[in-house]
């Protein structure tokens, strides 16, 4: 079963930093997802990705393979940018189509 | 627009009642999962459905049941022998069942004991 693991679990910060969460797995995988869950419960899908980088608005999510970590940034980042970001791993040899999820991350910016 | 409708939003149970929790997409995926959300934990699979009039358990069934009569609809009922069902319950859809594809989810429901 894979672990998934992210950080910090809390994140305050100013209008207009660069903000960087971290997610860490513990069994290899084919991909990767980051997700965004608003105030209300609601949960966005945001990136994908097996390999390298994707870019999204000021969204920019990074993956290494070999060292399985991957890291989600925000750019000049906005207080409609809080919410909590989840990031998810499959589930090999569970349920099929499965996924793991990490407990998330709650970030709040402030003006 | 395409999506993935849970209702109702706020839902109550009295003790040693069922409730069942409404989940309809028409995004036309084959795929549909229940997830249940604890505060401070991640997502944990109840249920999931790959195909119409088939479903599997996922790794918290127990007081739980689903069915999938129409492909569009994937409704969860919470029995009275689910003794702590009070948390955020959320739908998801997929085009299919690999691992590798986008899931997209509906706006949860919040399920409380009075």
């Known amino acids: 079963k894979n672990e998934v693991e992210q950080s910090p679990q809390n994140l305050t910060a100013q209008e207009g930093e660069f903000i960087t969460i971290n997610c860490s797995y513990s069994?290899?995988?084919?991909?990767l997802h980051w997700l965004q869950q608003h105030p209300g419960g609601g949960i966005v899908s945001l990136f994908m990705l097996s390999s390298g980088k994707k870019k999204h608005g000021r969204l920019i999510a990074t993956i290494n393979i070999q060292e399985k970590h991957s890291s989600l940034h925000i750019t000049a980042s906005h207080p409609r940018d809080s919410a909590v970001y989840i990031c998810a791993v499959p589930y090999y040899g569970g349920s099929q189509g499965n996924l793991i999820f990490g407990k998330g991350t709650k970030l709040s910016v402030k003006p | 627009d395409g999506g993935i409708t849970q209702s109702p939003k706020y839902l109550f149970r009295k003790e040693g009642q069922n409730v069942t929790l409404s989940c309809e997409q028409n995004l036309n995926h084959d795929a549909m999962y229940w997830y249940r959300q604890d505060p401070g934990q991640g997502l944990r699979l109840i249920y999931y459905s790959q195909i119409v009039n088939d479903f599997q358990k996922g790794d918290i069934a127990e007081g739980y049941s689903v069915s999938r009569e129409k492909k569009e609809s994937f409704p969860l009922t919470v029995t009275s022998a689910q003794k702590n069902p009070t948390a955020f319950y959320l739908c998801a859809s997929r085009p299919s069942r690999g691992r590798d594809e986008k899931l997209f989810f509906g706006s949860g429901t919040q399920l409380s004991v009075l």
């Open positions: 069994v290899g995988i084919s991909a």
